[in-house]
C-alpha cells in the first residue's frame, strides 16, 4: 500500500525548540491521529507537510510528491483544516465558497452548499460573526468540497460540542470509505481520535514517542490497577508509567508480561507517559 | 489570470465591506473640494495615494484573519496572491487618478478651479509617485509583514515627495528656461515608474515564495 503521506529524517529548528528528526508514515486509505501536549510540535508538523515551513533537514513526500513543490496540482488533492480558520472576516459563506471555487478546479459548489445547509450555517451572517463552532464547521466544508485525496486537519474538531463533533466524525468517517482516501488528524480530543483512528503518531517535545497502529498500541499497553507489591513483582521493562494514588497504585504495563491488565484509553497512554513515565 | 482576477474581486470585496468610512472619507472630501475650490494637494494625495495604499489595508486585514497563510494551503499559488495584490495597488492608485482627474474636470466645468490650476495635470505625477513608493514597500510588505512595512512606507513617502519637492525647487529654475526638461520628466517618469513596479513585482514573488509561516 502506497504511503498519502511519508516523512523521513525531518528536522526543523528553531531557536528553543527542535522537531524531529521525524519519521511518519500514512498508508492511503487510512486514518492518524497526532497527539501531544500543548508545544509538542504538532502544528510546526503540520506546517512543514503543508509547505507554510521549511525543513531544515529530511523529505516529505505527499501522495507521491514532494511537499515542498508549491504545485498547484497537489494541493488541489488536499483539504486542510488549520486550527485558525483564515476566511476574510467580512465574506459570507457563499462569498467564500466563490472565492475558493476559482483556485479549485474541482470544486463542486452543490457540494460545498449542502455542506453548509448541513451544519446549519447561516448564509447571511459573515464569517467574523460566526461562532468558533461554526467557523469550524464552514473550514471543513471547504476542505471537503474539491474532492481531495487527502485531508491534513489540525484541531477540527475543537470548539466544537459533542453533538457537532459527531456530526463531523461522520463526515470524516463516510469520507475514508474510499481506499484512495486519508486523513491525517490532529486533536486533543483523544475520544474524537479513539473513534475514528487506524493509526497514531505521538509527539512529545519535538520527537515521536509512540506510533502504531491504534488497536495495536491498546493491545501492546494497559492498566493495571493494584497494590504496590504486585506492580514491583513485574519485570522493571514491563512498567512504563507509575501513578500512585491514595487509594492504591495504577501502572502502565506493557500486556505481554501482565495480561491481566486493563485495556486502555488514548488518554490515559498520554497522560501515563508524559506525567508518570517511570524513571522521572 | 484567472485566479488572480479572482483574488482580486476577492480583495475589492474584503475592502469595499471594511472600509466604507474610507471610502466616504474620500468622496466627502472630493464634495467639499468641489463646493469649495480649494485643498487641491490634499484631495490628489487623499485620492491617489490613499487608493494605492488600499493594498497594504488588503494585506493587513488577510494577516489578521490568517488569510494569507490559508491560501498558500489551497491551489492558488505564492506567485497568484502576491500579483493580486499588485493589480489591487495599481487598481487603487489608476482609480484615485480618474476620480482625481475627474473632480479636477467638474471643477473647470463648474468654474470653481480652471484646468491650468494643475489638479487635472498632478493626477499623472502623483500616480507615478504613489506607484514608486508602492514598488519599495510592496516587498518589504511580503518580507517583513505589514505591520513593520507600514512604518517603513511612512518613511519611504516621505523621502520620495521629499526629494521631488527637491528637485522640483532646485531645477524649476532650469525647467522655466528649457521646458523640453518638463516633456522629457513626462516621458521617463512613467518608464521609471512601470520598471521599478516590474521590477518590484518579480522580487516580491521570489520573498513570497521563500517565506515561512
Not at chain 1, 487510512?30 to 510546526?44: D, H, P, Q, R, Y
Not at chain 1, 457540494?111 to 464552514?138: A, I
Not at chain 1, 487527502?150 to 481506499?179: C, K, M, W
Not at chain 2, 472630501?29 to 490628489?44: K, R
Request: aromatic share 8%; glycine share 12%; with cysteine.
Amino acid at each position: 500500500m502506497a504511503d498519502a503521506i511519508h516523512v523521513n529524517g525531518l528536522v526543523k529548528k528553531f531557536k528553543h525548540f527542535t522537531l524531529g528528526p521525524v519519521d511518519l508514515a500514512l498508508p492511503q486509505g487510512c486514518v492518524m491521529g497526532l497527539i501531544g501536549e500543548n508545544g509538542a510540535g504538532k502544528s510546526t508538523l503540520i506546517n512543514l507537510l503543508l509547505g507554510l515551513k521549511r525543513p531544515d533537514e529530511g523529505s516529505i513526500e505527499i501522495l507521491g510528491q514532494p511537499a515542498q513543490s508549491d504545485s498547484a496540482a497537489l494541493r488541489q488533492q488536499i483539504g486542510v483544516v488549520l486550527d485558525i480558520p483564515g476566511f476574510p472576516s467580512v465574506m459570507r459563506a457563499a462569498e467564500i465558497g466563490k472565492l475558493l471555487s476559482a483556485g479549485f478546479p474541482g470544486w463542486d459548489g452543490e457540494k460545498f452548499r449542502s455542506l453548509c445547509e448541513e451544519f446549519s450555517l447561516p448564509q447571511k451572517t459573515t464569517f467574523g460573526n460566526y461562532s468558533r463552532g461554526m467557523k469550524m464547521k464552514l473550514s471543513i466544508a471547504a476542505a471537503l468540497a474539491h474532492d481531495p485525496k487527502l485531508l491534513i486537519l489540525d484541531e477540527p474538531t475543537g470548539g466544537l460540542d459533542p453533538v457537532a463533533r459527531d456530526e463531523i466524525l461522520d463526515l470524516f468517517y463516510n469520507f475514508i470509505q474510499s481506499p484512495d482516501r486519508s486523513i491525517l488528524l490532529s486533536s486533543h480530543i483523544l475520544s474524537d481520535l479513539e473513534k475514528i483512528c487506524d493509526y497514531i503518531a505521538f509527539l512529545h517535545e519535538g520527537k515521536i514517542l509512540l506510533q502504531g497502529e491504534k488497536d495495536g498500541l491498546k493491545e501492546t499497553y494497559g492498566l493495571l490497577r493494584g497494590s504496590r507489591s504486585e506492580i514491583d513483582a513485574l519485570p522493571e521493562e514491563a512498567v512504563k508509567g507509575l501513578r500512585k494514588t491514595e487509594s492504591g497504585d495504577e501502572a502502565l504495563v506493557l500486556r505481554r508480561y501482565c495480561p491481566q491488565a486493563e485495556p486502555v484509553t488514548l488518554e490515559e497512554l498520554m497522560v501515563y507517559l508524559l506525567r508518570y513515565a517511570k524513571g522521572e | 489570470m484567472k485566479k488572480i482576477w479572482a483574488l482580486v474581486q476577492g480583495d475589492w470585496l474584503n475592502l469595499w465591506r471594511s472600509s466604507k468610512v474610507i471610502f466616504g472619507m474620500i468622496l466627502l472630501y472630493e464634495v467639499i473640494y468641489l463646493l469649495a475650490g480649494e485643498g487641491w494637494i490634499f484631495l490628489s494625495v487623499l485620492s491617489v495615494a490613499l487608493g494605492g495604499m488600499l493594498s497594504y489595508t488588503s494585506l493587513g486585514y488577510d494577516e489578521r484573519s490568517g488569510w494569507n497563510r490559508f491560501i498558500l494551503t489551497t491551489a492558488y499559488s505564492r506567485k497568484d496572491y502576491v500579483l493580486g495584490k499588485y493589480l489591487v495597488a495599481l487598481m487603487g492608485t489608476i482609480g484615485g487618478g480618474v476620480v482625481l482627474a475627474l473632480v479636477g474636470l467638474i471643477a473647470d466645468l463648474t468654474g470653481k478651479v480652471p484646468l491650468e490650476s494643475g489638479l487635472v495635470l498632478m493626477a499623472g505625477p502623483m500616480a507615478c509617485g504613489t506607484l514608486i513608493s508602492l514598488s519599495i514597500v510592496l516587498p518589504l510588505a511580503f518580507y517583513f509583514g505589514i505591520e513593520k512595512a507600514r512604518l517603513l512606507n511612512m518613511l519611504v513617502i516621505f523621502l520620495i515627495f521629499a526629494g521631488a519637492g527637491g528637485m522640483a525647487g532646485v531645477g524649476g529654475s532650469a525647467m522655466e528656461e528649457f521646458p523640453s526638461l518638463i516633456t522629457g520628466l513626462n516621458f521617463i517618469l512613467p518608464v521609471v515608474t512601470v520598471c521599478l513596479l516590474l521590477l518590484s513585482g518579480f522580487l516580491s514573488v521570489r520573498i513570497y515564495q521563500k517565506r515561512q509561516f
